[in-house]
């Protein structure tokens, strides 16, 4: 594992990750892919995932050469994930990539997903192609982190987005929380919201805050869909959130009548019922939303919400803006059970920190959890 | 204000900033200085001011030349604070300066002592010395804060050091608190008990975990003093932090036998009562501090005392280690009054973030003071 990296590869894998940021917010359910097509310090062709139905990042870097009138033989191709063997909505990249020969493929992870999972490298063996793998491996997670944790455990990967003031509150005494944190930490937050595949909030904040809860303050051509958390499914049907888009609804209780006009309102309910009555079962959900394709849940939640789906193990990250503001006796930022050792806290790992206009950016994750995904994102 | 600075004296003064920073535990009440004597790329001389009533920085880099065998005619001396021009427990540097003849002196910021104010640098252009100034003013300002702010305000630099989870609480609901942060950050914050000239502390503290309150974690051959906010005159005679170093213990109570027995365990009783009964006038423990010259104010002090310094305006800085775990629904960081609009919170600005072992160093000061330091600490 402590091969050293060729310089030139980074350089060229560091091109093809920053491609693959750039379709952060379109290509869900799939995973943000990025490729460039190189041969003596020239690029040749490059190209990024297309949203669902499209290319593939390979494709379009093939197509792109082949606009320039480049012949990819005996270039080198890199690919922050591993070309898919398998026939989806389109053909297997690594079929196509065989047949363009090159002479070598660098890639930053394996594909998690079991119908790839080696295959699409060892075709490219099979056709005499050179195969370099774990090339930046962390950052290439960091971008697909939640299609990782979707292929490997089921389970898509999920933060709380929080702002909070330096002494760790989320509000006045009086409720009044608009704005803790300033325009640049909020725009941040919505490009959160952009990349993930689900906003889920809980009923406390649409009481109280009537959330639109879509994607503002920064352009996407792709909506996440929106959910909340509504154990008695008391939602008032005249909830900002219903604007057209869809909206899902996990319950714990069933009311068809109220079903039926709220799916009018491109409203999907979800009964969910957890031990506690009225209460919904939040890891249910996690596997509901997993199973249904999506990658990330992004939690935009009060501490009621926030502290259930972190005591029931269902956050993988926090995402906390702090701002350098002093509130005192005020709204805690999560609600959690009481402890009596330092022992029984849960321990995170800061990760990236970042100063957001006057604010900070914290975050934090589960080391372990990391781990496993970084674990099912490596080539063998 | 914008005028480019050369680039040559950029590294210079960064050296010589870099002196100045090996002495930041023992100059003072003197400020910490360095020093460079340069000709040709090449370093003549250079220092830091010693303890106080040893030699200033200028003096040991003129020694050191001179030990060198080297002339400082016509070189350029690099000092981070403009050269006294005054008697105080040495003779004035600013002649010392002049000299030894050098063709130019380079200054990060004046001295903002009322008793050379631009005097230094008036006499060195007298000698017919060329003077460059404001090279590096904020970091030079950096490592003296708290002599600018008691020369220019007549009042400490004071900042507050705490430990926190990452949702923003101090200890368990049950009082546990140690410890929420790990070893380097305790390190760390020895470092700047180390570099302060008072480590103040209150009652709730002593009471409950009895501290020494000295420097362990980092090597200083001089150590701040202590100092106990105990408005009831209620400290146990024999608290732990009565080691034989001086004690400081500010009071809204008189007791003479008290004070006597505990004069003699080297505590100094110091009555400022303020306007509610058993409280102590903080703002005025504040002036008494500056003073007696204590440049720098470190407070590692309970939610209670931390809380009520800062709303009686006595903090300008805040020093927090967050730990990155969550402990819910336990102590909150500062006990401040209820307020119900958040234009009516004290804002701050986030300067530096620093990763210490596992946790965040966050630091947050108030700008609007710091701006006052910066323009008393600037050469016109």
Known sequence: MTTLTDPDDLIWMRRALALARTVMYTTTPNPRVGC????????????????????????????DAAARGESV?????YVTLEPCSH??????????VAAAGPARVVVAMGDPNPQVRGQGLARLRAAGIAVTSNVCLDEALEINAGFVARMSRGIPWAWVKMAASLDGRSA?????????TGEAARADGHAWRARSCVVLTGMGTVLKDNPRLNVRAVETPRAPRKAVVD????????????????????TARTDAGKAARLAARNARVVALPGQQAGRVDLPAMMRWLGEHEFNEVHVEAGAGLGGALMSAGCIDELLVYLAPV???????????????????????????????????????????????????????
């Open 36 to 63: 460039v097509i190189v041969r003596d310090g020239r690029v040749l062709g490059e190209g990024a995932t297309q949203p669902p139905g499209g290319p593939h990042a390979e494709i379009c870097a093939l197509r």
């Open 87 to 96: 026939y989806g909505r389109t053909p297997p990249c690594a079929d196509a």
């Open 73 to 77: 033989q005996g270039a080198t191709l």
């Open 172 to 180: 006045l005494h009086n409720g009044v929380s608009q704005w803790i």
């Open 326 to 380: 002093l509130l005192g006796d005020a709204a805690a930022m999560l609600r959690l059970p009481l402890i009596e050792h330092l022992d029984h806290a849960r321990r995170l790992e800061f990760t990236d920190t970042a100063r957001i206009g006057p604010d900070l950016r914290l975050r934090a994750r589960d080391s372990t959890r990391w781990q496993a995904l970084r674990e099912a994102a490596m080539c063998r």
């Open 231 to 250: 154990g008695d499914f008391a939602i008032p049907e005249d909830a900002r959130l219903f604007d057209g888009a869809e909206v899902i609804i996990f």
